[in-house]
């Protein structure tokens, strides 16, 4: 998780290096290396800083990381509608392909969901009228999410039950246990054609470690924009204008 982080946040930490350094039309891990020759140092120590002043920060960079890479999905200027939660197994395999990510690589990316939390807004309906979730589970997210639209929309839970702060593979095994907090989570495990790779790696720690680095590193590199290409957005939220 954390050189994809560093390679980003690479990116805000050298800003100022930038007007001494030259433009390039590739991408090139080397880019700072003679402008700013200690980055990864840099910015894993301010990653590390921030994290330990406050602990989801962690899971904040995650999230971010993944929503820039997508962030080219969005044809209008609205507010992202990354896949929603209430994407189906087909949904959700169909909004990876379009970026050259497969099935498989999904379901080693979603196991960022074992750190970071959600809002009661984005899980609401599946605590309270899905079928496919352990019940005292639901019982349990029930109370801090009340029933009504409008009411604790933002209470948050935890992503993973068990260790929600924590790196790890547990998302996998709560999944297999019917206690995914999202809708589209759950869909990773849920008799269809994803249930046997949740399973082994529920089973095998190691070997999603190694495809999470592979696939998030891979997700880094879907469409770069580089020289003249692409904009900074003065809102994160809305294409300039
Ligand atoms: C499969 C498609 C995905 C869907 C539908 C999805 C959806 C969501 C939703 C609804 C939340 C809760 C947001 C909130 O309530 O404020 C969330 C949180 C999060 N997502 Fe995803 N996500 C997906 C894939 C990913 C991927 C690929 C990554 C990173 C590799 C990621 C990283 C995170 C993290 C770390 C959080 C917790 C953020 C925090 O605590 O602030 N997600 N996601
Ligand atoms: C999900 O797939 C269904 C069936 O193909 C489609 O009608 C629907 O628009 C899709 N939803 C999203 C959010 O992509
Ligand atoms: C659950 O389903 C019932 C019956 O369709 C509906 O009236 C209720 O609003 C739903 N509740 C939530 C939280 O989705």
Redesign the pocket.
């Known amino acids: 998780m954390a050189s994809s982080m560093i390679i980003s946040f690479a990116l805000l930490a050298c800003t100022l290096y930038l007007i001494n350094g030259t433009s390039s039309t590739q991408l090139t891990p080397k880019f700072y290396s003679q402008s700013c020759p200690k980055v990864f140092e840099v910015v894993q120590s301010v990653v590390h800083a921030a994290v330990a002043k406050e602990r989801?920060m962690g899971?904040?960079l995650?999230?971010l990381?993944?929503h820039d890479c997508f962030v080219n999905e969005e044809e209008t200027p609205k507010p992202p509608t990354?896949?929603?939660?209430t994407?189906s197994l087909n949904n959700?395999t169909t909004?990876?392909q379009a970026v050259g990510l497969s099935t498989n690589e999904?379901v080693a990316?979603?196991g960022?969901?074992n750190?970071?939390?959600?809002?009661c807004?984005?899980f609401r309906v599946r605590v309270y009228n899905e079928s496919n979730i352990d019940p005292l589970f639901a019982v349990i997210r029930q109370s801090h999410c009340p029933p009504s639209t409008g009411s604790g929309d933002n209470n948050l839970a935890p992503?993973d039950v068990r260790t929600p702060a924590r790196f790890d593979n547990l998302y996998y095994k709560n999944l297999i246990r019917q206690q995914g907090l999202?809708h589209?989570d759950q869909q990773l495990h849920s008799g269809g054609s994803t249930d046997s790779l949740m399973e082994q790696y529920g089973r095998e720690p190691v070997s999603f470690k190694i495809d999470f680095a592979a696939a998030?590193v891979k997700?880094g590199d879907i469409r770069p924009l580089t020289g003249a290409d692409g904009e900074i957005r003065r809102n994160c939220r809305v294409v300039n204008s």
């Open positions: 989801r899971a904040s995650l999230r990381h993944f990354f896949p929603p939660p994407s959700l909004t990876f999904m990316l979603t960022a969901h750190i970071g939390k959600a809002q807004i984005n992503l999202l589209s998030i997700m």
